[in-house]
C-alpha cells in the first residue's frame, strides 16, 4: 500500500515547491509573494505560515509590484531560480495580468497563484469576486490564458499531482520558459487529501543545453565571413546559457 500524508491542497502545494531543486542544490522557487488578509489567507495564508523558512513569504503591498519583483530575480538569477506570486480572487487576480505579459515575451520564469471562485460556488460571490456568470465556467482568471506558457485551475486538491509537474516542466525548459498561472481556488486551498509520501521527495531539475542546429550554424558562418562589418547583437540567451566570455573571445 502507497504510503500517504494528509494535507490540505495549499500546504501540499508548499510542500512540494520546497524541494523542487536546480542544479546548485538552491530552490528552484526561492519564495512566495504575498498579501495576507485576503481571501486566501485560509488556504495559502496558513499554509506559508506553516512552512516558515522553508519556503519563505515576502510580503508585498500590490500584487502587480509583487510580480514584478519575481520577474526581477529571475533575471537576476539567470532563469535557474524563480518565485511564485499569489493573491486573493478578483482585482488583486488581475493586477497581475500585466506581470505575467511581461514574462511571457521575456521568457522569464514566474509562478502565479491567484485565488479562484468557489469550486462548489457556495458562499457566491465571495469578497472582491468580480466574476458575472453569463458563462459559469469561466473566471476573471482566464485572461491569464494568453499570457501564460501553460495555465491550469485547480478545482480538486489532487489536481496538483499532475498541474505542479507541469508547472515546472514549463519553467525549466530553455524554449518554453515563461510565466504558469496555476488558478487556485480558494475553497480548495482549505481541503484536505491524502497525498503519496513520494510525491515529496526532493528533485533535481536540469535545465536542458541543445546543441545548435548544424545547417543553421554553418549558415551563420557563412554570413559572418561574407560579411565586410559585422555587427553582433546578442540576445539575453548568452547570459542564460553562461556564454559572456565565450561571446567576448569571438568578438
Known sequence: ???TIRLTAAQAMMRWLSVQMNEESQ???DGVWA???HGNVAGIGEALHGIGDDLPTWRGQNEQTMAHAAIAFAKASKRRRAMAVTSSIGPGATNMVTAAALAHVNRLPLLLIPG???ANR????VLQQVEDFDDGAVSANDCFRPVSRYFDRISRPEHLLTALPRAMQTMTDPAKCGPVTLAFCQDVQAEAYDYPKSFFEPKVWRIRRPEPDRGELDAAIAALKAAKRPVIVAGGGVIYSGA???LLEFA
Do not use: K, L, S
Open 35 to 37: 498579501i495576507f488578509g
Open 244 to 246: 559572456e566570455a565565450t
Open 27 to 29: 530552490r528552484f522557487i
Open 1 to 3: 500500500m502507497t504510503a
Open 122 to 125: 457556495a458562499p457566491d460571490p
Open 116 to 118: 479562484d471562485v468557489f
